[in-house]
């Protein structure tokens, strides 16, 4: 692992330019990297989880950051496939009064990848246009990206994070992942 390249993209992801989704989609190149999501004040109190000048959740994109995280993360419609949108709802369930649903409503597997009902989906993707900003790092050609997260995430241990952090994930989110999972499963159709 090149030290070097890991101190790079660390202070890029800590210390570079936070942008909000609508100014990332004229900043954020089209590439593969590692990317960080950023709170206000109001979102780290909402979340109870870490501090508003640290991290809250780290991640890598293969292809492309624009892809991965304007286009998945910060959209509505994209809970289902988003670790990030599933771990955000189920803190912020009670306040912005979400509700989950199985991830393809027409054909309802069980699957604990739950999405939200529409309205719920939007409220998410509001909040998260108000209260979070997105910090990148553009990986060099022929990088492990995936090396390079593991050696991020162990020094900043981002308090969103699940994968890769061991006993560290956060028994909470775990808990409210799990509820919001279950809720989907008993999902009827109204």
């Not at 890029?12 to 089209?30: F, I, S, W």
Request: aromatic share 4%; glycine share 8%.
């Amino acid at each position: 692992m090149d030290e070097a390249m890991v101190c790079v993209a660390l202070a890029a992801l800590t210390d570079g330019p936070q942008h909000t989704a609508q100014e990332a989609l004229e900043v954020v190149p089209n590439a593969a990297g590692l990317y960080a999501i950023h709170g206000d004040l109001l979102a780290v109190k909402e979340l109870a989880a870490g501090a508003a000048d640290h991290p809250l959740y780290v991640g890598k994109a293969e292809r492309s950051l624009v892809g991965r995280d304007l286009r998945t993360h910060f959209a509505t419609g994209k809970t289902g496939f988003s670790t990030l949108r599933r771990t955000l709802s189920a803190l912020l369930r009670e306040p912005l009064g979400l509700r989950a649903v199985p991830r393809n409503l027409a054909r309802p597997d069980g699957s604990a990848n739950y999405s939200l009902e529409s309205s719920g989906d939007e409220r998410l993707t509001e909040w998260m246009h108000a209260r979070l900003q997105l910090s990148v790092w553009v990986g060099p050609d022929g990088v492990v990206l995936d090396e390079v997260e593991t050696a991020v995430l162990n020094v900043l241990r981002p308090p969103l994070n699940l994968a890769k952090m061991g006993s560290l994930g956060d028994r909470r989110v775990k808990a409210a992942r799990a509820a919001m999972a279950e809720e989907a499963r008993a999902w009827q159709e109204a």
